[in-house]
């Protein structure tokens, strides 16, 4: 059974800071890993999407890991930004069915 | 590309009426789509798995006639909450898969918060 741990569950930095945000999971087996932003109140955002074949993925200050074998992955935001401020999930999907299980998410506030 | 467009956006009603939920895939076709409901400071939980042209695969613990899925096409599904009570009240999304291999993502709407008084 697939289960998503996100860790840390909140994180407040000041502006400009490089920042590691973690999710691990327990069945290896998956297709992809995916990285999410979701805004109060608002629907989610694809950040990044991470292949099973791929060991990471970049997208401008963005970057995502994926190491399968120990079951975690990390997205690494550079120079980190007021607007950045949001919770971010990453989800594994579960099975041949493709569902997909979700972490509890990190809240990440900037401070300016 | 691959934009999943959600109706409504909000929506406020009295307890015992009917909410329907609109999931649209705008410029693909879906013949998966996903419906899941997140209650403040949760995470996001899969309610049902709707295939286009036969019945939805809901999850356990989900009420399959409270929480009416119609996949009638490949472009839109359909929620609907039947007499709903304020225990009802989240945040619902829907969510599309591209055609192709199993490793595609989901794509997102962006959300409908339903909110039972």
């Known amino acids: 059974k697939q289960e998503v741990t996100q860790i840390p569950a909140a994180l407040s930095v000041p502006e400009g800071e490089n920042l590691v945000l973690n999710c691990s999971f327990t069945?290896?087996?998956?297709?992809?890993l995916q990285w999410f932003r979701q805004d109060p109140g608002k629907g989610l955002t694809s950040l990044l999407l991470?292949?099973?074949s791929q060991r990471e993925q970049t997208s401008g200050r963005l970057n995502a890991s994926l190491d399968k074998s120990s079951g975690r992955s990390t997205l690494y935001i550079a120079a980190s930004q007021p607007g950045d401020s949001a919770t971010y999930l990453c989800?594994?999907?579960?099975?041949?069915?493709?569902?997909?299980?979700w972490g509890l998410g990190t809240s990440l506030a900037v401070n300016p | 590309g691959a934009v999943v467009s959600q109706h409504p956006s909000w929506v406020i009603c009295k307890s015992g009426t009917s909410v329907k939920i609109e999931c649209r895939s705008l410029?693909?076709?879906?013949?998966?789509m996903f419906w899941y409901r997140q209650f403040p400071k949760q995470s996001l939980m899969l309610m049902a798995t709707?295939?286009?042209?036969?019945?939805?695969?809901?999850e356990q613990g989900v009420e399959k006639d409270k929480f009416l899925i119609n996949h009638a096409s490949l472009t839109l599904s359909t929620l609907t909450v039947t007499s709903a009570h304020p225990e009802d009240s989240s945040f619902y999304i829907c969510?599309?898969?591209?055609?192709?291999?199993?490793?595609?993502?989901?794509?997102f709407g962006d959300g409908t918060r339903l909110s039972i008084l």
């Open positions: 969510s599309a898969l591209t055609p192709g291999q199993g490793n595609q993502p989901q794509h």
């Open positions: 991470i292949q099973s």
């Open positions: 989800a594994a999907p579960a099975g041949n069915n493709r569902k997909l299980i």
């Open positions: 410029d693909f076709q879906a013949t998966t």
């Open positions: 709707s295939n286009e042209g036969s019945k939805a695969t809901y």
């Open positions: 069945d290896s087996a998956i297709y992809n």
